[in-house]
């Protein structure tokens, strides 16, 4: 087994790489394992995920994925077949593993693949919490040069046969960067929306700043959309998304005059022809964000209609995006249960009733109908 890790490491070292056969179940484990680490949104529903995929995939008895962060480690996963456990959440590992993890991960080393009986000591193997009699491999999780964390192979005692097979390297080999690449990726996207939220945040409070109900208006509208997100399946990134979209469908407001902005009374048909830029404009201004670009669609099209008379675009049902076609129904409840200066609030049963009544015409009647079951009662309203 040494010796054939010996030739791999030379292999690669060389930048030679020969492909041992496969079996056709491992193979199609790697591809399910590629397209669910390509759509995961989160990193504790990859890691959590990743484990049991790999076991099934590699035919062991366990998996534990720890990664890294700053000069810490977090044990993210840790999924078990033959003793069924699975650990949730960020616990920080021992200080003394920890110090075998930097080992393994630091610049300096240049091994793929560590296998505890040979490369640990007797105290190491105790502070990783490895039985006498159990097999582990240890896998450094790198991109490129980034250290991400360490992948954990494991066989419990008493199992029959090695840990894994020779031919079983190459395989290995694929899962690590595979999982390596999209930890990194969640990891910049994490990064990514943090920035975008703080701008969602100083968008919406520029908007507060010009037109405090449109504020208000919106953090209601988020709250609605979100329960209506989570019936569709919504992925957390398309709830994330459509959350912002309502807060910031008014956003183009901003480049409205206030003289037609704050108007006390009805707008006449010039003034509706300047308030009706503002998806456009709205559109224009997330489209240049960094992050929020898939806003842009959403607020674009918040005020078309199904029966095509809506505008900017005159859209007509399926080519309006779901999530616009959400925000049309939620938007026209809460404007309307709110009031305006010129027009008294409707009660939650008025309110119903007009939707119900421009179902097909002005909304999808699907999202109506949705609408309708998840928001029956006005106690089902957020405030």
């Avoid at 080393?109 to 009699?133: C, D, F, M, N, V």
């Avoid at 910031?248 to 022809?273: Q, S």
Wanted: proline share 4%; with cysteine.
């Amino acid at each position: 087994m040494s010796q054939y890790i010996d030739s791999i490491s030379h292999q690669y070292s060389t930048g030679e790489r020969t492909v041992p056969p496969r079996t056709k179940e491992k193979w199609t484990g790697l591809s399910d394992l590629s397209h669910f680490l390509m759509g995961s949104d989160t990193m504790e529903d990859l890691a959590e995920r990743a484990a049991k995929y790999i076991v099934d995939i590699l035919s062991i008895d366990y998996c534990r994925i720890v990664l890294q962060e700053g000069n810490k480690y977090y044990c993210k996963a840790s999924y078990s077949r033959t003793y069924p456990y699975s650990v949730h959440g960020n616990s920080r590992e021992p200080v003394a593993a920890e110090a075998v993890y930097s080992r393994m991960l630091s610049h300096n080393a240049s091994a793929k693949l560590y296998l505890a009986h040979q490369h640990l000591t007797t105290q190491e193997k105790i502070s990783l919490g490895i039985s006498p009699g159990e097999q582990s491999w240890f896998i450094p999780l790198r991109a490129d040069t980034l250290q991400i964390g360490v992948l954990i192979l494991g066989q419990k005692s008493g199992s029959d046969g090695e840990l894994l097979d020779e031919s079983s390297y190459y395989l290995v080999d694929l899962i690590a960067d595979q999982l390596s690449n999209a930890f990194l990726r969640t990891q910049l996207n994490n990064r990514l929306e943090s920035l975008s939220i703080e701008t969602v945040l100083a968008l919406s409070k520029t908007l507060e700043t010009r037109d405090s109900p449109s504020s208000l208006h919106g953090k209601r509208m988020a709250i609605m959309s979100e329960r209506l997100a989570a019936h569709y399946k919504f992925s957390v990134r398309e709830t994330r998304e459509l959350c912002w979209a309502a807060l910031l469908h008014d956003i183009g407001k901003i480049g409205v005059e206030d003289v037609i902005l704050r108007k006390p009374g009805p707008l006449d048909d010039d003034e509706w022809k300047v308030m009706k830029t503002h998806p456009e404009i709205g559109a224009q201004i997330v489209r240049g964000v960094s992050g929020l670009e898939n806003l842009a669609p959403l607020i674009l099209s918040h005020h078309e209609r199904v029966d095509g008379r809506g505008y900017p675009l005159g859209l007509r049902r399926d080519e309006i995006p779901l999530g616009a076609r959400i925000l049309a129904v939620v938007d026209s409840y809460t404007a309307m249960t709110e009031g305006r200066p010129y027009r008294k609030a409707r009660t939650h049963d008025e309110a119903i009733t007009e939707i119900k009544k421009n179902s097909g015409e002005m909304y999808d009647p699907e999202v109506v109908s949705t609408f309708v079951e998840l928001f029956d009662k006005e106690s089902d309203i957020p405030l």
